[in-house]
């Protein structure tokens, strides 16, 4: 049976920085994962504050909503098979000290909050969004 999936992915403002982009690709290219479009862009504080406002009740907002807005950023639409679990599995944990060797983030995280990619959780936060960021 088909799971055709699309899911949001996002290299964020340390990764985009360090001109990690290509790297990050090529890993999602390689495990099967099509990027169907994507754009390079640098986002305000409020627009940041929309895409996280799942957690706005935790202690970290107002700085994890300072950082996405920090730098430019380059968003993508993953599609494939399971593409949303495959992708967090591609990204490994939210902290990079607890990921799993060869993962986004156990290869290129710095830190819980520099941890250089995002990618929805589930399949009706993958469609708002990617509604946010390609539904003009
Ligand atoms: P996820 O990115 O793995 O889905 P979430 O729990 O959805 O993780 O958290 C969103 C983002 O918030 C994380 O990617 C990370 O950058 C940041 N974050 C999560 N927990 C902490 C924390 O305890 N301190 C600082 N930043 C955090
Ligand atoms: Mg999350």
């Known amino acids: 049976m088909s799971n055709l999936e699309q899911t949001l992915s996002i290299v964020k403002p340390d ?20 990027i169907v479009n994507s754009k390079k862009i ?19 907002y107002d700085e994890l909503c300072t950082y996405l807005s920090s730098g430019p950023i380059f968003v993508m639409i993953l599609e494939g098979e399971g593409a949303i679990a495959l992708n967090r599995k591609l990204m490994g944990a939210t902290n990079p000290k607890d990921a799993e060797p060869n993962t986004i983030r156990k ?15 589930s399949a009706e ?5 990617i509604d946010l960021f390609f539904k003009n």
């Open 107 to 121: 290869l290129y995280g710095i830190s819980i909050d520099k941890n250089s990619v995002h990618g929805s959780d």
């Open 125 to 129: 936060n993958a469609k708002i969004e």
């Open 42 to 60: 640098h986002i305000s504080k409020e627009e940041a504050a929309d895409f996280y406002k799942v957690h706005q009740a935790k202690p970290f």
């Open 15 to 34: 990764a985009v920085e360090r001109n990690l982009t290509e790297d990050i690709k090529k890993i999602f290219i390689n495990n099967d994962l099509k």
